[in-house]
């Protein structure tokens, strides 16, 4: 089953391109368009909402607050306020992160798989390739370094080499 993510902003050309976004990597989409669609589209087994945080009807900051006092889906904000107030209060109301507009396609991508990564029982992600050597471990997936259990910081390129 694919799975599903609730795209919320009043803006109908952000919420096409982010839903092309997300539907070129697999993803189901839901498009909302104010934060009073958001909370009845919620219980449509939605495992994240993307939501922005000036809309009319319902702000997202408020959106996000009564969405997270019946259910533990993540939130990611958006919004073209970038000051660290309103970044706070994002976290403050649940958010799992927040992204400044304008932004990049491929840090958005990154920034919402990050958050699926967390999201989904462990049983259902994949498991980590790592390649052991005695003492020494290389998680190749996160490019993560350790000898006897002690993680060893690589440059880029010293991580190269080694791998």
Do not use: W
Not at 17 to 33: C, D, S
Not at 115 to 132: E, F, S, Y
């Amino acid at each position: 089953m694919k799975e599903c993510v609730l795209v919320v902003d009043d803006d109908r050309e952000i919420v096409r391109a982010i839903a092309l976004l997300l539907e070129k990597e697999g993803y189901k989409v839901l498009k909302a368009y104010d934060g009073m669609q958001a909370l009845e589209m919620v219980a449509q087994q939605v495992q994240l909402i993307i939501m922005d945080v000036m809309m009319p009807e319902l702000d997202g900051f408020s959106a996000a607050a009564e969405i997270k006092k019946t259910a533990s889906i993540p939130v990611l904000m958006l919004s073209a306020r970038g000051e660290e107030y309103d970044k706070i209060h994002g976290f403050e109301l649940g958010a799992d992160d927040y992204v400044v507009k304008p932004f990049s396609p491929k840090e958005l991508m990154l920034r919402i798989n990050a958050i699926m990564n967390r999201a989904r029982p462990a049983a259902a992600q994949k498991p980590r390739r790592v390649a052991a050597f005695g003492g020494l471990a290389i998680d190749l997936d996160a490019r993560v370094i350790t000898v006897d259990g002690r993680r060893v910081d690589l440059s880029p390129k010293e991580y190269d080499l080694l791998n």
